[in-house]
Nanobody, 121 residues
Framework: QVQLVESGGGLVQAGGSLRLSCVAS????????MGWFRQAPGKEREFVMA????????YYADSAKGRFTISRDNAKNTVHLQMNSLKFEDTAVYYC??????????????WGQGTQVTVSS
């Protein structure tokens, strides 16, 4: 089992920045893909970005390109999502997720409880 705990959400004005963190525990993450997803009110959950823990390769959605950055801290078993130039439409609950895989495709096995990000226009 992998336990995931997100933090860093909050209220920010449009154009501002937030940094989300996800602390993982329970297993070595060396063969895991760590991802961030989000779900806005009334919408389906959507993929944002993911990183391969072993080699640092990154995969991202078009909505995140140029504005969001994902990184990992091996020593702290933590994944960060740096979000810049935030827009009103980035408002959502952001979830951290993990899966034992070397592929960015497919379902995630473990999920955090989510952290709310609200962007005021």
């Amino acid at each position: 089992q992998v336990q995931l705990v997100e933090s860093g959400g909050g209220l920010v004005q449009a154009g501002g920045s937030l940094r989300l963190s996800c602390v993982a525990s329970g297993r070595s993450l060396s063969r895991y893909i760590m991802g961030w997803f989000r779900q806005a009110p009334g919408k389906e959950r959507e993929f944002v970005m993911a990183i391969s823990w072993s080699d640092g390769n990154i995969y991202y959605a078009d909505s995140a390109k140029g504005r969001f950055t994902i990184s990992r801290d091996n020593a702290k078993n933590t994944v960060h999502l740096q979000m810049n130039s935030l827009k009103f439409e980035d408002t959502a609950v952001y979830y951290c997720a993990a899966k034992y895989s070397s592929s960015f495709s497919g379902e995630y096995e473990y999920w955090g409880q989510g952290t709310q990000v609200t962007v005021s226009s």
